[in-house]
């Protein structure tokens, strides 16, 4: 029967029109597949994660290593921040897929901007260098047209101000204090150590740090964010309410430094 079939069509429509309509059945069933999953994905986020976190859904469409319940993470406390004029800054936003959380939560916030540095450039640390490269080499558009393109398509554009460069490029004249500091840049000992030094100071009181990949497991593969906050936060009476969501520590400015106040352990969940 399917080769009389396909005897029929060719005879009907000829060689050339009979292997056009069997493209076009083809795509069209892998297009209906792509749409009940994509149906399905979202239906999954939606009861896991609840109405309230759906505008978030986006940034699963954007290629990167920013784990779902980081990403929650950072739009709870993104949507925490003041509702009049909070300042957001991100160190590190490669295609940007956290900049579409963080601009989300944002989105009904008067007078909200989120800072995005990064050199979009595709260096890296040793550990992400060669991975970036050959992401960045299979594009079409650069760096920066990808990371714009995901904003405006699954972000909230008109918050977000892109910095282009490293962070030590925009510090020395830096001027505003920040409601949430995000540091995922490049992951060695140094460049963590000088993002926390120099951009650390220009959190409020109150204020949230947020670094990515910072981890207590020995054979966790970035393990130079976890000596920067040993070193720095987490035995340190500034920072406080300290919390751990796997490889994302997330701590608050405490309103009033005092050296005799107890130290907050880290709470690992």
Not at 98 to 113: D, M, P, T
Request: proline share 4%; hydrophobic share 35%; net charge positive.
């Amino acid at each position: 029967m399917k080769g009389f079939l396909k005897t029929s069509l060719q005879a009907v429509l000829g060689k050339g029109g009979y292997r056009a309509a069997r493209s076009a059945y083809y795509a069209s069933k892998r297009w209906i597949k792509m749409r009940h999953q994509g149906a399905m994905d979202r239906l999954y986020w939606l009861r896991k994660y609840g109405l309230r976190r759906y505008s978030i859904y986006g940034h699963r469409l954007v290629p990167s290593g920013l784990p779902e319940d980081h990403a929650v993470a950072l739009y709870d406390v993104a949507k925490s921040l003041p509702d009049c004029g909070p300042v957001l800054v991100e160190i590190g936003s490669w295609l940007g897929k956290s900049a579409v959380v963080l601009s989300r939560a944002i989105s009904k916030k008067k007078g909200a901007v989120l800072f995005c540095i990064d050199p979009f450039n595709a260096h890296g640390d040793p550990s992400s260098a060669a991975h970036y490269r050959n992401v960045s080499q299979k594009m079409d558009v650069s760096l920066l047209e990808h990371f714009t393109q995901n904003i405006k398509r699954y972000g909230s554009y008109k918050h977000v101000k892109t910095l282009r460069g490293y962070s030590t490029d925009f510090s020395g004249n830096w001027d505003k204090p920040i409601d949430l500091l995000f540091i995922d840049g490049n992951h060695s000992y140094e460049a963590v150590k000088r993002d926390f030094l120099e951009w650390s100071p220009f959190i409020k009181p109150g204020g949230y740090l947020i670094m990515h990949d910072v981890s207590f497991d020995p054979n966790f593969r970035h393990q130079d964010p976890i000596k920067v906050a040993r070193e720095f936060i987490l035995d340190n009476s500034e920072w406080v309410d300290h919390k751990q969501i796997r490889h994302m520590l997330i701590v608050r400015k405490a309103y009033e430094r005092s050296e005799t106040s107890p130290v907050h352990k880290t709470a690992r969940l």
